[in-house]
């Protein structure tokens, strides 16, 4: 591990993705995701950063289908601190869990590892680990806890390094410029009519932590600087109307 997370250390732009990969890789993983928001508290405006070496129609179809409203491991590291090692099973009975699982299987996302990480200037930062096969049996189990620490400790440098290069830097988000998904057109327009974080989460039934993400993806999507300027930009563009 010390090697490997030296090669990562060391890397920058198309090199930074090769040397993710040949790391996930070699601690029995088939792809890597990071996301963190810029904002030291939940309920602040922020942009928010992914970073990937997953297929990008996923992560479009991840957007678009506001997965981030029911992503069982989402809601694992809002209230725990501790790697969280998921399959299939993890959805309970919850039938838009399973439904949401069974679509992330077709892209490879069967199983896997998430880490939660915070820090003084960041709420939540998190780090997964991925795999095709649906199910962790026993003996995949002990694989994957005799190699969680090499896991948290990967990332942790990543993070580190997603910070000096990226984020400190004032790149923008690599999402800046996408689409709008339906669900962040909803909550622009909510909040065009006044509405808060709380109103609009209790309007859609979902958390307010859970609206302040669709924000921050906002933000990041339009290059604003809050969500006032957001729905100013929305409103020009014949997004959503006043």
Known sequence: MPHLASEL???SGVDLKRGVQAIVSALGFAS???GMSTSPQPNRESRSYVWTTLPREWVAIYDENAYIEID???????QQVTPFVWDRHCSGTNASVT???DHAAEYGVGSGVVVPLRDPLHPLVLVALNSPQREIDPARRSQIDARLGDIVLFASHFHELFMAHFVDSNAPPLQQGQRLSTREIQCLALAAHGQTSLDIAA???VAERTVNFH?????SKLGAANR????AIAVSR???TR
Request: net charge positive.
């Open 228 to 231: 006032h300027e957001a729905v």
């Open 203 to 205: 309007r859609l039934g």
């Open 99 to 101: 439904a949401f699982l």
């Open 238 to 240: 014949g997004l959503i």
């Open 215 to 219: 924000f921050c993806n906002i933000l």
């Open 32 to 34: 890597f995701m990071y």
């Open 72 to 78: 069982p491991r989402l809601t694992h590291c809002w």
């Open 9 to 11: 250390l060391n890397a």
